[in-house]
T-cell receptor
């Protein structure tokens, strides 16, 4: 079974600074997708960024980028120029294969606090 | 983008009653819908996966007779918590996979889109 681990229950960052959230996963599959979701106080899950395992290039989305280390099974999220609105729970998620009908396995989450 | 709604957003009920939660894809058809449960300060746990017109697939440990899922159309799935008890109090979230995103800006068949969740409190 696949597992996703987020070792940092809480992180804090100063506004405008950079923060990196860690995520490791365990799988025997070769085809999979990795995601970072944001859950603000409203509880609405928002997709931040995703990475296809077959792609060597790290995904980026504006201020958000990932460091995908396939051999190490590591998938960290870097948030640059942190903003107050970035404060939220962040969940790393794994999905086996290309089929979006496959289930998502979530990590335990990291609560990010942004200090003004 | 792809919008998923849930109704109600918050429900309080007495122990022993049944509660129905609706999950709708508003501007797209969904091939698959997922139901998650989230306890306070915890992660999302998948309860079941449902495809339109077929029976839901439940995760291990989830009672299918307790949590009835009906996926009657490509835009609607319902979760009914039968004979609810206080331990069923939780946050329930649905997500949907897009059937056909062709021609739709910023919408992907490769992504699950989440509803805003339903908070269930059983007294």
């Amino acid at each position: 079974a696949q597992t996703v681990t987020q070792s940092q229950p809480e992180m804090s960052v100063q506004e405008a600074e950079t923060v990196t959230l860690s995520c490791t996963y365990d799988t025997s599959e070769s085809d999979y997708y990795l995601f970072w979701y944001k859950q603000p106080p409203s509880r609405q899950m928002i997709l931040v960024i995703r990475q296809e395992a077959y792609k060597q290039q790290n995904a980026t989305e504006n201020r958000f980028s990932v460091n995908f280390q396939k051999a190490a099974k590591s998938f960290s999220l870097k948030i640059s120029d942190s903003q107050l609105g970035d404060a939220a729970m962040y969940f790393c998620a794994y999905r086996r294969g290309w089929n979006a009908g496959n289930m998502l396995t979530f990590g335990g989450g990291t609560r990010l606090m942004v200090k003004p | 983008g792809a919008v998923v709604s849930q109704h109600p957003s918050w429900v309080i009920c007495k122990s022993g009653t049944s509660v129905k939660i609706e999950c709708r894809s508003l501007d797209f058809q969904a091939t698959t819908m997922f139901w998650y449960r989230q306890f306070p300060k915890q992660s999302l746990m998948l309860m079941a996966t449902s495809n339109e017109g077929s029976k839901a697939t439940y995760e291990q440990g989830v009672e299918k007779d307790k949590f009835l899922i009906n996926h009657a159309s490509l835009t609607l799935s319902t979760l009914t918590v039968t004979s609810a008890h206080p331990e069923d109090s939780s946050f329930y979230i649905c997500s949907a996979r897009v059937k056909n995103g062709r021609g739709r800006a910023r919408i992907s068949t490769d992504t699950q889109y989440f509803g805003p969740g339903t908070r269930l409190t059983v007294l």
